[in-house]
């Protein structure tokens, strides 16, 4: 089943999420030894990802939405700037951007809060170096095939939005436009944000190909990981698109 988002007020969906997910981020940095376990599993999974996909990679229609993917919606940087941004700017997105626009938005943030989630409870199960045997095993007993599943429809879902979105007639240069005076009030990082997924997938055109080999990928990793099989790290079979 797609995933569906909630329907409730749209800014205090976006201001509770927010607050959890910068919240969550705090507290995994208090801890020295933990914070370094933290982001060795998130360079490991990005590495992991970029592995998974270098047949899209290589395609130029398909690389800058891969780097979207890779950096803005899973990368190993440091995201509080941007959340805080996003966080003091609630309000103004809901009323300025289209519904789509913040609809995307929405579920950019709830997906990382589900992910940075699922990131800690892995992450407290792992010792480093990390290896391909112990990943498998704390994926396993770290999140359930329910929450997995949802992480993979969010991440379609929000390809699905900005495919949409690149559609919406005039928002491309509104969003350019609005590029200086975010930057000079203090919201450059939430508008790079904005800006760098709709031109992605505004140059891409159709994300049916894309999106369907990222789905079918990641729930045919899924799947064996809980299998118990770790050589699905290793040994996806390429999916053209």
């Given at each position: 089943?797609?995933?569906?988002?909630?329907?409730?007020?749209?800014?205090?969906?976006?201001?509770?999420?927010?607050?959890?997910?910068?919240?969550?981020?705090?507290?995994?940095?208090?801890?020295?030894?933990?914070?370094?376990?933290?982001?060795?599993?998130?360079?490991?999974?990005?590495?992991?990802?970029?592995?998974?996909?270098?047949?899209?990679?290589?395609?130029?229609?398909?690389?800058a939405a891969g780097e979207f993917f890779l950096t803005e919606l899973y990368g190993v940087r440091d995201f509080e700037q941007r959340d805080s941004e996003a966080l003091r700017a609630a309000g103004k997105f809901v009323r300025m951007l289209p519904e789509r626009g913040v609809q995307t938005l929405l579920l950019a943030v709830e997906l990382d809060e589900l992910t940075e989630r699922l990131?800690?409870?892995?992450?407290?199960?792992?010792?480093?170096?990390?290896?391909?045997a112990a990943y498998a095993r704390a994926y396993r007993e770290a999140g359930t095939l329910d929450e997995r599943t949802q992480q993979i429809e969010m991440?379609?879902?929000?390809?699905?939005?900005?495919?949409?979105?690149?559609?919406?007639?005039l928002l491309a240069g509104m969003l350019h436009m609005m590029r200086i005076p975010a930057e000079a009030t203090g919201y450059g990082h939430l508008h790079h944000f904005l800006q760098s997924g709709f031109d992605a997938f505004k140059a891409m055109g159709s994300a049916g190909a894309f999106l369907d080999a990222v789905r079918a990928r990641e729930t045919r990793l899924m799947q064996r990981l809980f299998a118990g099989d770790a050589s699905a790290l290793t040994e996806l079979p390429p999916t053209r698109a």
């Open positions: 089943m797609p995933f569906t988002p909630q329907a409730d007020n749209p800014k205090d969906r976006l201001t509770a999420h927010l607050q959890r997910v910068i919240e969550l981020r705090r507290s995994l940095r208090t801890d020295t030894a933990r914070a370094r376990t933290w982001l060795a599993l998130k360079r490991w999974q990005s590495d992991r990802l970029r592995r998974s996909y270098p047949d899209l990679f290589a395609q130029p229609r398909y690389a990131d800690e409870r892995v992450a407290a199960r792992l010792a480093l170096p990390i290896d391909d991440v379609d879902a929000i390809g699905r939005s900005l495919e949409r979105l690149a559609r919406v007639p």
